[in-house]
């Protein structure tokens, strides 16, 4: 197995610019999760689906975020328009229960940049 | 609701000494525990869970954590460093119930430097 595949891993943008950010989850992993990380604020929990639906968005920062999952194998996570302060690294996660039991498998991560 | 402290932000070590990196977690139900591992510029690697079956957890490379309820922690142990080790471990729980069912919470992560 691949584990999560997130793409890019280093995305440079100028602000006011539209970035998109990709994860494919593990096959057969129902839940996918979108984290950030942050020297000041460490990880926080942006949103996550079940079954391709959004169940919980109340960590999405602003309306200049949003995410998707047309499918079972693939998530986008979108700003538009990008800010500086938007820069962090970007996780995706997937499980194939809810958490509580199994843990997450993290992907490797984007580094974000806004200039 | 559920949260999480790790009371160090960074630990030293000498390569071949015990390690010890300190949690404490609250939790309004039966909770599991997990502690993550990120070297840096990496993703986050499980490297192992409670989830209330026996208190003492085995992980991979060498590391344990005991869950003590009556002290509400989870400390991570290893009896030997290596310089392999040095990354940053973060110590997570996640609620049996209520509205953050299935959500990881994760501590504020704990800095671990390992020296020859």
């Known amino acids: 197995d691949a584990g999560v595949i997130q793409s890019p891993r280093h995305e440079v943008t100028e602000m006011g610019q539209e970035v998109t950010l990709r994860c494919k989850p593990i096959?057969?992993?129902?839940?996918l999760f979108w984290y950030r990380q942050t020297m000041m604020r460490g990880l926080e929990l942006l949103i996550y689906f079940n079954n391709n639906v959004p169940i919980d968005d109340s960590g999405m920062p602003e309306d200049r975020f949003s995410a998707k999952m047309p499918n079972a194998s693939f998530s986008t996570l979108k700003i538009q328009p990008s800010e500086p302060r938007d820069s962090a690294v970007y996780f995706c996660a997937s499980t194939a229960r809810a958490g509580h039991f199994y843990g997450y498998t993290f992907g490797s991560g984007t580094r974000l940049t806004v200039v | 609701a559920q949260s999480v402290t790790q009371l160090d932000s960074h630990v030293s070590v000498s390569e071949g000494t015990p390690v010890l990196l300190r949690c404490n977690y609250s939790s309004s139900y039966s909770p599991s525990l997990f502690w993550y591992v990120q070297h840096p510029n990496k993703g986050l690697q499980l490297l192992l869970k409670y989830t209330s079956a026996a208190t003492l957890v085995k992980g991979i490379n060498g590391f344990e954590a005991e869950f003590k309820k009556s002290e509400t922690s989870f400390h991570l142990t290893k009896p030997s460093a290596h310089m392999s080790d040095a990354a940053e471990y973060f110590c997570?729980?996640?609620?049996?119930?209520?509205?953050?069912?299935?959500?990881?919470?994760f501590g504020q992560g704990t800095i671990l430097t390992v020296h020859p």
């Open positions: 997570v729980v996640s609620d049996a119930g209520g509205t953050s069912y299935g959500k990881l919470t």
């Open positions: 096959s057969g992993h129902d839940y």
